[in-house]
Each structure stands twice: as C-alpha cells, then as structure tokens.
C-alpha cells in the first residue's frame, strides 16, 4: 500500500520560513519525479515546485521562485520543500505528490501524479 505523508506545517510569520517533508513507502522512490502543490482557500490547486528523480532537473512557480527550493533525499525516500521569506500569498495546503515518469513539470497534468498526501497546512501571518 502506497502511503504519501506530509508534515512541517504551521502558523508563521510574514517574513518567516518552514521546511515541509513528504515520505514515501510502499514504492519504488528514487526513480520517479515528485512535486509539490498547493491549494489556497477558493482557488485551484497549483503546482508549485518539481523535481527529477535524480534531483538534477527542478522547475519553480513564477510565484516562488527564489523563495523555495525542493530536494530529495532518495536513501530516505523523502522530499523537501525550503520555503523563505513567506509571505499572506503563500497561505494554503500544501500537498505533495508522485509521479508515474522520471522527470516532471508543475505545469503538467495532474493526472501524472497518482499517489497524494492528505496536505499539511501553512499559515501566514501579516
């Protein structure tokens, strides 16, 4: 059985920071691309950040880009998502999602990812 969690979440700041991690079991990790996504209150779910299976290739959101970085560690089956200088716009669920292929884009189609998490939070104070 699949299991996507995500975790690091909170209330923050304006200005602040968060590291949001996601770890995968019950797949194969290290060959597949992954992707984090978010969901603000009335608003569609967006791709923000997404990375090949190797970490070699990342693409960004014009919206965060700059401000976010994602990684993954493959011998721990998890990804990251270093987020800086947050700001209101930033408030949402962020979710974190597996690819079917090596590589990914954001902007691809959402029906690249079959395997999600149930979403960890962020909240951002101004």
């Known amino acids: 059985q699949v299991q996507v969690v995500e975790s690091g979440g909170g209330l923050v700041q304006a200005g602040g920071s968060l590291r949001l991690s996601c770890t995968v079991s019950?797949?194969?990790?290290?060959?597949?691309?992954m992707a984090w996504f978010r969901q603000a209150p009335g608003k569609e779910r967006e791709g923000i950040a997404c990375?090949?299976?190797?970490?070699?290739?990342?693409d960004y959101a014009d919206s965060v880009k700059g401000r976010v970085t994602i990684s993954r560690d493959n011998a721990k089956n998890t990804l990251y998502l270093q987020m800086n200088s947050l700001n209101a716009d930033d408030t949402a669920m962020y979710y974190c999602?597996?690819?079917?292929?090596?590589?990914?884009?954001?902007?691809?189609?959402?029906?690249?990812?079959?395997?999600w998490g149930q979403g960890t939070q962020v909240t951002v104070s101004s």
């Open positions: 999602a597996v690819s079917r292929f090596t590589s990914c884009s954001r902007t691809e189609s959402q029906l690249h990812f079959p395997w």
């Open positions: 990375i090949s299976w190797s970490g070699q290739s990342t």
């Open positions: 019950g797949l194969t990790f290290d060959n597949r691309g």
